[in-house]
């Protein structure tokens, strides 16, 4: 996955858990608040209900205290004879069988009477010299009608009243008005019931302007307030609401604010006056089990919602992280933290876009297995690590490098001068060789070897950057056995390119072609310079093209594992000679058949062996398997099983290349082998008296193969000197060109076979 198709990955979850938050806020919200909307309709028909309920009691003490008034009035009307003093006698008693704290008659002519519970009676009171509400209600009375006042103080009684008057009739004639008055606590009384919704509510008496009159005892708000609409704690928006609904006589509801607590108010008319009952409810529901649902279901969806958020956040950060992780694994090296080869590609095209001037470089190190093996894992990896500092010091602006793979670097380098380039790897070569790789027994210099590859850029042809590198690592082939370990691509290594690429398109037609020739090299035995057997090496002869070396095929076939088929073909061109040989008469002659370590592993071997020598009927103890020396222990024991099951069918087996890259004396004992072979290094370097120690390492590896009962081949004997000293050695075989260069089947048996005596 790319980084852009991660990023918009990480957009698409993040959209979902949001709206998926907000599905869940959204729920949590409706639920809430059609639970909420439950509620306030079962408080508001709750509030409705009661305050008629109080409205009713209120209705009822007032029509109560009329009908008394009212009885008095008709035993009024046939009591015309009456004299005031007697009259007035008559009321005060009735008056104390009474609730009315004070009762008064007041004829339309003359001056009235007032008698007060348990206390004085009055005459000659004039209606003129009392409050004018009570005046107000005595004229209505006067009018016919029944009327009550307004609350107002009374100096006498020391207390705020209500009074009544009804009109009195004598004869069917209107006469006056029959007055009362009773105590505002008869009413409030009725209003600090304290049983209001279920104890959690009071009920005020308002009059139409919103003023107090009857303040309940058990308020919230404590303050002494004269209206409603003098109070901050109701905003004044709801205030013009109420006051509307009041002018218009409706019944309204409303809420308001108090000490951090909402209050739910209701407003009914009484129908007495303009007045109000106010209800207030002061529970604030929490009680209630619906509020306690809805309570719980907002904080559950609440805590739902803080839940999602933390998760999305935590679930984003770890995205991030993990994003972050597999763009780092996508495009760095986890080891150096260098690019790597995709990264490095990306980072270098714009360069590329704006120069031809340029060069990619492959870099190596020397040994690198072996530094592995010697040293331990932590240290190539400290190199490792080293290198790509040391990369990153050199290189300026645009130029980049990255890690390919175990120790390939790659390097673009600005600048297409081939000695500014070369000093510029030397300085490379030198800081990284600066870092020694020591143990208890070596002290070894890290050694870099670079292949080069400069940007051609002429009107036929311009490189590519894919063509530069694989250019870049053919030169780093050459560079390795360079000294000063620079190589820059050439003509000559164009035309190995070419090859190669002849030789991976072309295997398998020359396969099937028969293009693939075997030669033989004769194998001498010293003891008496006669043939002791041969070496099939295979040639690759196309038609209309010259001759083509295994060295410029062997290692990509061993790459690209078309090297096992060759190998069987040339098993079984090798089984069609040696029959074809003998069938003409000739005694059978050992030969050896070079074994790629695929083919040697590879599960059904030891069967098609058999199956070969079988089909042509050659005794298996003329076919001399050539195998190459494994590095590691475990293959050792891999390869040591092999050898047995190879040996229970009478095959020898032969190790090639002892003495080339890291074969050790160990081997020798560790491994079954029939034959060792000495690798022509060895005589190289004797011939050359480079390292006179070499002399020395082949007398003992030839001294104990002799012990362990190995007979020993020598490469590579191309003079008369390094004969006759592979013969003071007592080695068994030798090989090389001094006897003659590999040949072919034909002229094999002209040359050596025909002829030959036992
Ligand atoms: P090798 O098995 O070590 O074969 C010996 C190589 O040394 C041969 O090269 C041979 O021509 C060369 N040689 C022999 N005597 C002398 C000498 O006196 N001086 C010098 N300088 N060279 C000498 P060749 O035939 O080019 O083969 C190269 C390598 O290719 C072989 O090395 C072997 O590893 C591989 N090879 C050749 N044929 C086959 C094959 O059929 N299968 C496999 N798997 N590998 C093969
Ligand atoms: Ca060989
Ligand atoms: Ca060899």
């Avoid at 006469?175 to 919704?197: E, K, R, W, Y």
């Avoid at 295994?550 to 098993?571: K, T």
Wanted: proline content about 2%.
């Amino acid at each position: 996955m790319n980084e852009r198709a991660m990023q918009r990955q990480l957009k698409r979850m993040t959209a979902a858990v949001i709206i998926t938050g907000f599905l869940i806020l959204a729920g949590g919200g409706i639920f809430s608040a059609s639970l909420g909307n439950v509620l306030s309709s079962t408080l508001r028909s709750q509030m409705e209900s009661e305050t008629e309920e109080y409205r009713i009691s209120i209705s009822r003490q007032t029509e109560a205290d009329f009908q008394t008034l009212h009885t008095l009035s008709s035993f009024l009307e046939f009591s015309n004879t009456m004299d005031t003093e007697s009259f007035a006698r008559g009321l005060y008693e009735s008056n104390n069988h009474n609730r009315f704290i004070r009762m008064g008659y007041f004829p339309l002519e003359g001056d009235g009477i007032r008698v007060v519970l348990n206390g004085s009676i009055e005459t000659g009171v004039s209606p003129d010299s009392l409050p004018d509400t009570f005046q107000e209600t005595v004229a209505k009375a006067w009018n016919g009608e029944s009327a009550v006042s307004d609350f107002y103080y009374d100096e006498l009684l020391e207390d705020t009243i209500i009074a009544y008057a009804v009109p009195v009739y004598q004869n069917g004639k209107l006469t006056g008005a029959l007055a009362a008055s009773d105590s505002i606590s008869t009413l409030a009384s009725i209003l600090d019931d304290t049983t209001v919704l279920n104890s959690q509510g009071y009920i005020h008496m308002l009059d139409g302007d919103g003023r107090f009159l009857i303040r309940s005892e058990n308020m919230v708000i404590r303050k002494e307030l004269d209206s409603i609409f003098d109070s901050s704690y109701i905003e004044e928006e709801e205030k013009t609401r109420i006051r509307s609904a009041m002018g218009k006589g409706q019944n309204c509801f409303s809420r308001f604010h108090y000490d951090g607590q909402d209050y739910q108010i209701y407003l009914a008319s009484l129908g007495i006056h303009d007045w109000y009952l106010l209800c207030v409810e002061t529970a604030q529901l929490a009680s209630t089990p619906v509020y306690s649902l809805v309570t719980a279901t907002r904080i559950t969806f609440i805590g739902l919602l803080a839940l999602m958020v933390f998760l999305t956040f935590y679930g984003y950060r770890l995205l991030r992280k993990n994003n972050r992780q597999l763009i780092s694994l996508a495009y760095y090296d986890t080891l150096t933290g260098a690019y790597n080869y995709s990264r490095f590609s990306q980072e270098i095209e714009p360069v590329i876009g704006k120069t031809t001037r340029y060069s990619i470089v492959a870099l190596n190190i020397r040994n690198f297995k072996f530094i592995n093996e010697i040293f331990g894992r932590n240290r190539a990896d400290r190199l490792l690590c080293h290198i790509s500092e040391v990369l990153e010091d050199s290189l300026s602006g645009e130029e980049a490098f990255c890690r390919d793979s175990s120790d390939l670097f790659f390097l673009f380098l600005l600048g297409t001068d081939r000695n500014v380039i070369r000093r510029r790897l030397q300085q490379i070569q030198a800081r990284v060789a600066h870092m020694t790789l020591s143990s208890q027994r070596n002290n070894y210099p890290a050694l870099l070897y670079c292949g080069v590859a400069v940007c051609m850029d002429t009107e036929e042809h311009r490189d590519t950057v894919s063509e530069m590198v694989t250019h870049s690592l053919f030169a780093l082939r050459t560079a390795k056995d360079t000294p000063g370990n620079i190589w820059f691509y050439d003509q000559e290594l164009h035309k190995t390119e070419e090859i190669e690429n002849y030789v991976e398109s072309h295997m398998q037609q020359a396969l099937d072609d028969g293009e693939f020739c075997l030669y033989l090299q004769p194998k001498i035995l010293l003891q008496n310079g006669k043939l002791g057997g041969a070496e099939a090496l295979v040639r690759w002869i196309p038609s209309g093209h010259s001759m083509i070396y295994p060295d410029q095929f062997i290692p990509l076939f061993e790459q690209n594992g078309f090297c096992a088929r060759l190998d069987m073909y040339m098993m079984e061109q090798v089984c069609i000679h040696l029959r074809k040989w003998h069938d003409s008469g000739l005694p059978f002659l050992p030969v050896s058949v070079n074994q790629s370590r695929l083919l040697f592993f590879e599960t059904g071997y030891v069967e098609s062996l058999c199956g070969l020598v079988e089909k042509y009927r050659i005794p298996p103890e003329m076919i001399t398997l050539e195998i190459i020396e494994g590095l590691s222990m475990e293959d050792l024991d891999a390869l040591n099983e092999r050898i047995g099951a190879l040996h229970e069918k009478g095959f020898r087996i032969s190790m090639d290349d002892f003495g080339s890259g890291y074969s050790s004396l160990n081997t020798l004992g560790s491994l079954d082998i029939d034959e060792l072979k000495l690798d022509r290094g060895f005589l190289m370097e004797i011939t050359s008296n480079r390292h006179p120690n070499q002399k020395i390492i082949m007398e003992e590896i030839v001294s104990l193969s002799r012990k362990l009962r190995i007979s020993t081949v020598v490469e590579g004997v191309e003079t008369e000197e390094n004969e006759a000293f592979i013969r003071s050695l007592g080695c068994d075989y030798g090989q090389g060109y001094y006897y003659s260069r590999p040949v072919s089947a034909e002229e094999f048996l002209q040359t050596w076979l025909k002829g030959r005596e036992d």
